[in-house]
């Protein structure tokens, strides 16, 4: 990570330690910079009816352009700010690689996890179910322990 | 003149008072309630009154505020007294307005205005008698509330599946295991076994073991032995010993760290515990009610749970719903939730409007009861009206759609049957008017009319 962000200002490290999860939390999950506004609106509200702090984790493929991984620092930052701007606890993660083994790696040392928020295109909750192409987070959601749950835009 | 009737509807449980010393006045209030199936007492003056009330048991009074010696104030007051939960609204002439505002400051329903519209006293009465025969309801679930069986609300299958295995294990002592999402209740079904049991008039010890180091979940858990480490100046017992004849609840087990596993499992299985520095053992007689919302098993496999621990603890096993498997709750959870705010806080509402009940049973709840709770007392401490309106709840349950990906058994549902409850939701908030669900589901009306064909949908 560099030691400055695009702004000048000096980069500050991400909550990297693994093993801290024991928190009871939401999990917001994206697989990229962009966070769907409605979903991250919906995981704060469910984070303070549940007394829960938020985890924000982005989980993206290890191929990505170092623009892209500044563009995922600076969303890391500014969700959790929001976040904490309403009074909610709240840490962000990324993870680089295969984004469902890394999803699996991070429950497996977070059991805090108490809800799964897809912060993702909410597109990929409708679509049709094609051999070999379904999102990786589809692929996985049996592994799970927790509900997950999204936000599908306003309503008509 | 005092008199009761009643036309034999299913209405008639409801009794209701009705005074005025204005003959005409009282014979239409009377006429009016009575065609609606109440069962109705008129009395023409505040003496008589008195004396029906002490007669009878009333859900609602209607009185006239002048009325004489013994005005409608001293009425409302009387009953009051008698029954904290009846329901008084004042009658009164136009040039009275301020003091009927004042009456119900001291707790009258409502107050109707002379001349009486027949809608008006309906309407009122019926919303009065609404909110009577809820605050009923939860008094009766409130008494029978001692962390017993009936803590647990909720009249859905599955829930009342429970309520009966939890009388059926009554007289047995084994170890529990209780499963489900957080928020569901495990800890109220915890609590629920242990009244249930023989040990209810003994110690019930809760633990959440996710909320402890190692170190210091051993030390709450044992205790430890004076000068067993600097600062232990005298010898602790712990909560296990604390708990010695009743039960102790650990949640969270999933997490317990696997050192403490190994002491647990001695406990159990020994009934005997060493305190931190102790070198002799301690016994115990505790019964062990466990909650997770992880899969112990497949934590088994994984090596981070005992096996032999896991078969100690789930002797029976107690599987807690989520929330959106038992829809049909919903209603009654959340009215329970909305008395019990009515009597900590400075005011009480009727309940809810159609709408807000519509908007509360749709959505899915990944937070379960305690997202309901929750949800519930933000309403109260927003609602400016006399029930909770559909813009006093969260804007995310009325203006987003959130959507929970679950089975009827929990499990995580398909594509398919998420899209086609999805298209049916859309079609309902569209009035099935085809070009307009196209439009929001971003598809052509052909793809739609083939999705309604393929999920057999109504059209």
């Not at chain 2, 909770?388 to 058994?409: N, Q």
Request: charged letters at 25%.
């Amino acid at each position: 990570m560099p030691d400055k962000r695009p702004d000048g200002k000096p980069s500050k490290p991400l909550a990297e330690t693994w093993g801290e999860g024991m928190v009871n939390h939401v999990l917001l999950v994206t697989d990229s910079a962009y966070l769907h506004e409605e979903s991250f609106f919906f995981a704060k509200e469910l984070a303070k009816r549940m007394g829960l702090a938020i985890n924000v984790l982005i989980l993206a493929d290890s191929g990505v352009s170092s623009d892209e991984r500044r563009r995922i620092d600076l969303s890391l930052e500014n969700t959790a700010a929001s976040a904490r701007a309403e009074g909610i606890t709240a840490e962000a993660y990324a993870r680089f690689g295969d984004q469902a083994s890394e999803l699996l790696k991070y429950l497996a040392t977070h059991s805090g996890t108490r809800c799964l928020v897809w912060g993702g295109d909410p597109g990929i909750m409708l679509e049709p179910v094609k051999k070999n192409s379904s999102h990786w987070l589809m692929r996985v959601r049996g592994e799970l322990d927790c509900p997950i749950a999204g936000a599908l835009g306003k309503k008509a | 003149m005092s008199e009761s009737d009643g036309d034999g509807t299913a209405c008639t449980c409801v009794k209701i008072l009705v005074v005025d010393d204005e003959e005409i006045a009282l014979k239409t209030m009377c006429h009016i309630l009575k065609k609606e199936g109440y069962a109705v007492t008129a009395a023409t003056d505040g003496g008589r009154a008195l004396a029906a009330l002490s007669g009878a048991a009333f859900d609602v009074v209607l009185t006239d505020l002048f009325l004489g010696q013994i005005d409608g104030l001293s009425i409302l007051a009387r009953a009051k007294d008698l029954d904290p939960g009846i329901e008084v609204i004042i009658i009164t002439g136009f040039a009275t307005v301020d003091a009927a505002v004042a009456a119900t400051r001291k707790g009258a329903f409502h107050f109707l205005q002379k001349p009486i519209k027949p809608d008006e006293v309906r309407n009122i009465v019926a919303r009065a008698v609404q909110k009577r025969l809820l605050e009923k309801r939860v008094f009766e679930l409130e008494q029978a509330v001692a962390g017993g069986v009936s803590s647990i609300i909720g009249t859905s299958p599955k829930i009342t599946a429970i309520k009966k295995l939890i009388g059926r294990i009554a007289g047995s002592d084994a170890n529990v295991l209780i499963t489900g999402e957080s928020g569901t209740g495990k800890e109220l079904a915890a609590r629920a076994v242990h009244n249930a049991s023989s040990r209810a008039k003994r110690p019930f010890v809760a633990i959440n073991c996710a909320s402890f180091t190692e170190a210091l979940l051993g030390n709450e858990l044992f205790g430890h032995e004076k000068e067993a480490f600097t600062g232990a100046t005298r010898t602790r017992p712990g909560l296990l010993e604390s708990a010695n004849e009743g039960s102790v609840f650990f949640d969270e087990i999933g997490d317990m760290p696997p050192a403490m596993q190994a002491k647990l499992l001695r406990a159990v299985q020994e009934r005997e515990i060493l305190r931190v520095g102790g070198t002799r053992p301690v016994n115990v007689d505790v019964r062990v009610i466990a909650a997770t919302n992880r899969d112990l098993k497949e934590l088994c496999e994984l090596g981070s749970f005992r096996q032999d621990l896991y078969y100690r603890i789930n002797v029976i096993s107690i599987h807690m719903p989520s929330l959106s498997e038992r829809k049909e709750d919903i209603p009654l959870l959340a009215s329970y939730f909305l008395s019990r705010c009515s009597k900590t806080g400075d005011r009480s509402l009727s309940g809810f409007s159609d709408e807000a009940m519509a908007v509360l049973c749709r959505y899915d709840y990944p937070g379960n009861v305690r997202e309901l709770q929750n949800i519930v007392e933000r309403a109260f401490s927003l609602a400016r009206g006399e029930a909770v309106s559909a813009c006093d709840l969260p804007p995310d349950l009325t203006d987003v759609a959130p959507y929970a990906f679950r089975s009827d058994e929990g499990r995580i549902r398909s594509l398919e049957m998420v899209e086609k409850d999805y298209i049916e939701w859309v079609l309902r908030q569209t009035g099935y008017n085809k070009t307009r669900a196209a439009e929001a589901l971003g598809i052509d009306r052909v793809s739609l009319y083939r999705k309604i064909r393929k999920y057999a949908l109504k059209d």
